[in-house]
């Protein structure tokens, strides 16, 4: 008895209703799974399909490459919609409609509807099954998928055409969704959904970070699984020797906070704190199996995609810091280790910026955006920095300590400065009256160095066993300096132009909406402008999108003079390749907004060539700031090779300010030291 996909549609027509009304839809949840309970569990229903159908943005692993234009043709030619209906199809396209192309499919069908014989309704596994197919002949797919290509029958954009011509028009809506991998606004509580489906999912999808494998982890328990009366130990233990790694299935990342100044760090933290240096790279989950052979070595990107194809020149380093086909390798059948992939350069021995990553690391064989780079010198090579271990051998790690794991880590890693070091790091006691100052002087040497900032581990296990399924409290906390007050404060900035995605226009509940997306951009002619009254050249920095509170604002108090972008005059605008992205910029504003950014660091996006902001948020909007007043481009550029540039020798005196800043950023602008120390005097 499969699961009709109508029924889930059923559930996602609810759940996004009460999105709008602004109700919770985790009761509506929880009925959907008890009343439909006996189909879940039937014998030929699969629970991995639900779960890939409920939440497709977890499945990074399957690649489409379907965005909504190509989608949109796919249909038409599907339904053999004639010109008026491809004209109601399109709807979307135009700003103001709040619609989005799942609707105007829903309006389509609703006109026209398919006639779909009793019987050949379609269900979640046969979707499932199609989207699997599909996304095997991609090969932005990751490895694991496209392997399977010739164990399935090839589909193509045609099967995707036949299926629009069984649809409902609410299947209709839903499954152009699910096929552009989005149910925003309407978001599912990813871990309510696994204990629907059953109680211990959200630990196995901890352990093994794949529906499938997660599941048959679970089904491998059944029956043998201590009774309710059990106490925690025994349970704890049940499960450390059952909810083992598996290699080659990546594990769930621990759970982090982020510190909002150096007293939320000491309230959330306790006991002996490891405070590690964080380094600005690509996180790494590295799964070796000497069982097949020297060369088996997978390599796990930060969404769970398998990258290992991608970081090929990563493997000799990985191979020769493990010692693997040497005699003095620490482990004999594998083991999982935990890094960050790094750009080293040799003649100026240090770690280089982030987006020099992009010049060594392929996405499936091609280097992308990388026109505008500088080119790629003999000194520069990748690094991996170690930071944890999470299984050797037979011997899985999740249960134990920190401590005890980076002791691990340090015996099977042999290192080599550039290429391969384990993570700089120092003990912090945070029940000592000193903990504060400590972490504090830390903290401010890091900034001062122009460092990414600290990340802060508990001596504690990785995963929780003993304190219940779901009991995943943060274990460890990353303290950057743009968490904290307004250190992560940059300037005001020109709004010169926005453009409008019918998707995100749905998550505002903003009535005729006609921009979802705002391009910074900064004055490249500055004096020009002020002293002969020339026509502004703005470089487009930057596109960003705003909370709903503030684009009410905007919508409400903002009177830009909009104009399309190929008919204006008024302003030169210049649009490098990296940021002509979707959605494009439509209209150009001849008297720009002012929006108060702040972002987290400077970076260069691909194709650009120039700094930018690293996560950009807008702060505030300005209606009574002079854009002219705004960051100019060689403003921005100058501040950002300060922000990232390191100081030759260590500047006492700027650490001591910074300490000064840290200090006023605690509560009330008190240090917490300085405020323990006042209440015990008391």
Not at 94 to 122: K, Q, W
Not at 345 to 352: P, R, S
Not at 375 to 394: A, Q
Request: charged share 25%; net charge neutral.
């Amino acid at each position: 008895m499969r699961i009709p996909f109508s029924l889930v549609c059923e559930l996602l027509d609810e759940a996004y209703a009460l999105f709008l009304s602004r109700k919770d839809h985790k009761a509506a949840v929880r009925s959907w799974f008890q009343h439909h309970r006996d189909r879940i569990n039937a014998h030929d229903a699969s629970l991995s399909a639900l779960l890939s159908t409920l939440l497709p943005g977890m499945r990074s692993d399957r690649v489409y490459c379907i965005q909504a234009t190509r989608l949109e043709k796919i249909i038409a030619r599907g339904l053999c919609l004639g010109s008026s209906r491809v004209a109601e199809l399109t709807r979307y396209r135009s700003s103001g409609n709040d619609v989005d192309l799942a609707d105007c499919v829903e309006r389509v069908l609703s006109i026209t509807p398919n006639c779909v014989p009793r019987g050949y309704e379609i269900t979640v596994e046969e979707i499932d099954e199609l989207l699997h197919s599909y996304a095997a002949g991609i090969k932005w797919s990751s490895p694991s998928i496209r392997a399977t290509s010739s164990l399935l029958t090839q589909r193509n954009q045609r099967d995707l055409e036949q299926v629009y011509s069984r649809l409902t028009p609410l299947e209709g809506k839903w499954f152009t969704r699910l096929v552009l991998k989005t149910f925003e606004p309407l978001i599912f509580e990813s871990n309510q959904v696994f204990r629907e489906c059953h109680p211990r999912l959200p630990l196995a999808l901890k352990v093994r970070e794949d529906f499938s494998a997660a599941l048959e982890l679970v089904q491998s328990c059944k029956g043998t699984f201590p009774s309710h009366q059990t106490n925690r130990k025994t349970t704890g233990d049940y499960l450390i020797s059952k909810f083992v790694p598996q290699i080659g299935t990546k594990i769930g990342r621990q759970t982090w906070a982020k510190g909002r100044s150096i007293k939320h760090c000491l309230d959330l933290g306790h006991g002996r704190v490891s405070v590690e240096y964080k380094a600005d790279g690509e996180y790494c989950q590295i799964h070796v199996d000497l069982t097949k052979g020297y060369d088996n070595l997978k390599i796990f990107s930060k969404s769970g995609k398998d990258s290992t194809e991608d970081r090929e020149k990563l493997h000799s380093v990985i191979k020769s810091s493990l010692n693997i086909g040497k005699p003095n390798c620490q482990f004999q059948k594998s083991c999982i280790l935990e890094g960050e992939l790094l750009v080293y350069c040799d003649l100026e021995k240090k770690i280089l910026p982030f987006h020099r990553i992009r010049n060594h690391v392929t996405r499936r064989g091609r280097f992308l955006n990388t026109d505008a780079d500088d080119r790629v010198t003999p000194h520069e090579h990748l690094m991996i920095l170690y930071y944890d271990v999470l299984l050797i051998d037979d011997r899985p790690l999740l249960h134990v300590r920190h401590s005890e794991r980076f002791q691990l880590l340090s015996s099977i890693v042999t290192c080599r400065q550039g290429y391969a070091e384990l993570v700089s790091r120092e003990l912090v006691d945070f029940d000592r009256p000193l903990a504060a100052s400590n972490l504090r002087n830390i903290f401010a040497k890091t900034i001062t160095r122009k460092e990414e900032g600290l990340v802060l581990k508990m001596d504690i296990p990785y995963f929780d066993f003993f304190g219940g399924p779901c009991s995943f409290a943060p274990q460890c906390i990353k303290l950057k300096k743009e968490y904290i007050g307004t250190f992560g404060e940059v300037g005001d900035f020109s709004v010169v132009g926005a453009g409008y995605d019918p998707n995100k226009a749905k998550q505002y509940k903003i009535a005729n909406l006609k921009w979802t997306h705002f391009y910074l951009g900064c004055l490249t002619n500055k004096e020009e402008v002020k002293q002969w009254s020339h026509k502004p050249k703005f470089t487009v920095v930057k596109v960003v999108e705003i909370n709903e509170t503030l684009l009410k604002s905007v919508v409400q108090f903002g009177n830009p003079m909009a104009k399309p972008h190929d008919e204006n005059a008024q302003t030169e605008l210049l649009i490098q390749p990296g940021l002509e992205l979707n959605p494009k910029l439509t209209v150009a504003f001849t008297n720009p907004l002012v929006f108060d950014m702040r972002c987290f660091n400077f970076d260069k996006d691909g194709n650009t060539g120039f700094w930018s902001l690293r996560f950009p948020a807008v702060s505030k909007v300005h209606f009574d700031r002079d854009w002219m007043d705004c960051v100019a481009f060689d403003e921005l550029q100058e501040m950002a090779l300060m922000s990232t540039t390191a100081p030759d020798l260590p500047d006492s005196q700027e650490n001591l300010e910074w300490i000064a800043k840290l200090e006023g950023a605690d509560p009330r602008g008190i240090a917490v030291d300085a405020a323990i120390h006042t209440a015990t005097a008391i």
